[in-house]
């Protein structure tokens, strides 16, 4: 959740005027291949919507 938090920061912080154009979505294990890391770039003046899903343990 820290990271669905931070972004969700950077997000209404950019709303208000402050903030860097686009935010770093780190993969983590999740799908990397060969590569050390990978990272999704989200462009803010690009989002429509976004969708955060919640599990239960």
């Not at 972004?7 to 209404?12: A, L």
């Not at 208000?16 to 154009?21: L, T, V, W």
């Not at 003046?45 to 239960?56: A, C, G, K, Q």
């Amino acid at each position: 959740m820290k990271e669905v938090n931070d972004f969700i920061s950077w997000y209404e912080g950019k709303q208000a005027g402050s903030g860097s154009a686009s935010y770093a979505i780190n993969k983590h294990d999740n799908n990397k291949g060969p590569f050390s890391s990978r990272k999704d770039y989200m462009l803010y003046d690009r989002i429509l919507t976004f969708e955060v899903s919640e599990y239960s343990k």
